[in-house]
């Protein structure tokens, strides 16, 4: 893991396509759009391609519309972003793989689905760099791991390394362990909103009207995730300043410890891990 070497320096984004406008390709083009980068955007249908105008000043190409919108948007741009589930990159890359501009960064945000097997699909030498950002890119505050493919420059992985951080914060991890990121930070906001939604309905079940219960669920995450990040302990000490000896919240943590949650966190990642093992499997 490396920190980021771009910070302070000034460096010119190239235009951007994201082909497949969704979840992930929509946070990071939010993200984008706010710092000024010029993009372009492709959906498989225009139910949704206007709407993006709004939300980033840009229409997306839809495949509905325009069969070629994949190609056309990647003519010219200098990172193309491939934006789609796992199972539709192989033929993504294919379509594209004659409009590339000489010098064109692919980037893959999909889950599981290994440089080697984008490159076999694209000409020679292409540079490809498989990024696994997170939704809260969308208000810049994401994580991306990044991880090079075998044709990769310093300078173009610094320039993808400066295109996610206008979303947030980037490590650079060797493509060994981009899976095992992926597991903790490109699935972990969905691990936060679960546990949310938990407290919030334990709350309920003692005995809180539903409004006040999602107050306090919220700021209570919140606020314990700014003391985390002011204080210069570890979240265990933090957890000790909490934990009254012989108190509620001692009680409450053993019943955490007693049915599992340690394990059941670990046998999560473990399951998310061998999924996106299966989902690059896929794709040879
Ligand atoms: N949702 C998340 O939090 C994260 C997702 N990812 C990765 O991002 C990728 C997309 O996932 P989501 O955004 O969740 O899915 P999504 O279903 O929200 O987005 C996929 C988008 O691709 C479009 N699309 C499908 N086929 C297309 C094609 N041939 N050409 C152009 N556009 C096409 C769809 O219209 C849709 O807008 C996946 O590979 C996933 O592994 C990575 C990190 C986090
Ligand atoms: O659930 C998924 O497969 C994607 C990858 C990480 C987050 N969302």
Same mark, same amino acid.
């Given at each position: 893991?490396?920190?980021?070497?771009?910070?302070?320096?000034?460096?010119?984004?190239?235009?951007?396509?994201? *082909?497949?406008?969704?979840?992930?390709?929509?946070?990071?083009?939010?993200?984008?759009?706010?710092?000024?980068?010029?993009?372009?955007?492709?959906?498989?249908?225009?139910?949704?391609?206007? !709407?993006?105008?709004?939300?980033?000043?840009?229409?997306?190409?839809?495949?509905?519309?325009?069969?070629?919108?994949?190609?056309?948007?990647?003519?010219?741009?200098?990172?193309?972003?491939?934006?789609?589930?796992?199972?539709?990159?192989? /033929?993504?890359?294919? /379509?594209?793989?004659?409009?590339?501009?000489?010098?064109?960064?692919?980037?893959?945000?999909?889950?599981?689905?290994?440089?080697?097997?984008?490159?076999?699909?694209?000409?020679?030498?292409?540079?490809?760099?498989?990024?696994?950002?997170?939704?809260?890119?969308?208000?810049?505050?994401?994580?991306?791991?990044?991880?090079?493919?075998?044709?990769?420059?310093?300078?173009?992985?610094?320039?993808?390394?400066?295109?996610?951080? @206008?979303?947030?914060?980037?490590?650079?991890?060797?493509?060994? @362990?981009?899976?095992?990121?992926?597991?903790?930070?490109?699935?972990?906001?969905?691990?936060?909103?679960?546990l949310v939604e938990q407290l919030e309905a334990a709350a309920v079940a003692r005995g809180l009207d539903p409004a006040d219960a999602a107050a306090l669920t919220r700021g209570t995450f919140a606020g314990a995730m700014?003391?985390?990040?002011?204080?210069?302990?570890?979240?265990?000490?933090?957890?000790?300043?909490v934990?009254?000896?012989?108190?509620t919240t !001692?009680?409450a943590?053993?019943?955490?410890?007693?049915?599992? *949650?340690?394990?059941?966190?670990?046998?999560?990642?473990?399951?998310? *891990?061998?999924?996106?093992?299966?989902?690059?499997? @896929?794709?040879?």
């Open positions: 893991m490396s920190a980021s070497p771009t910070d302070g320096r000034p460096v010119d984004l190239p235009v951007i396509a994201i *082909l497949g406008a969704g979840s992930m390709g929509g946070a990071i083009a939010r993200g984008v759009s706010a710092g000024g980068g010029e993009l372009r955007l492709t959906t498989r249908s225009s139910a949704r391609s206007a !709407e993006w105008h709004g939300i980033v000043g840009v229409t997306a190409l839809a495949l509905t519309d325009d069969p070629d919108a994949n190609r056309t948007a990647a003519v010219g741009a200098g990172i193309v972003l491939l934006g789609v589930k796992p199972v539709g990159i192989g /033929e993504l890359a294919e /379509e594209i793989a004659g409009s590339l501009a000489p010098g064109a960064i692919v980037v893959s945000v999909a889950a599981g689905v290994s440089t080697a097997a984008i490159e076999r699909r694209l000409p020679a030498g292409t540079a490809v760099v498989r990024a696994m950002p997170n939704t809260p890119a969308a208000i810049g505050l994401g994580v991306t791991g990044l991880s090079a493919g075998s044709s990769v420059s310093d300078e173009q992985l610094d320039l993808v390394r400066h295109l996610f951080e @206008q979303v947030g914060t980037v490590v650079v991890v060797p493509e060994s @362990q981009i899976d095992a990121l992926s597991t903790i930070s490109g699935s972990g906001p969905a691990y936060v909103f679960y700014a003391l985390l990040a002011q204080s210069d302990v570890p979240p265990s000490e933090l957890r000790r300043r934990t009254s000896p012989n108190g !001692e009680r943590i053993a019943v955490f410890d007693e049915r599992g *949650l340690p394990d059941a966190f670990d046998a999560a990642t473990a399951a998310a *891990l061998a999924r996106a093992q299966e989902l690059g499997a @896929q794709l040879s």
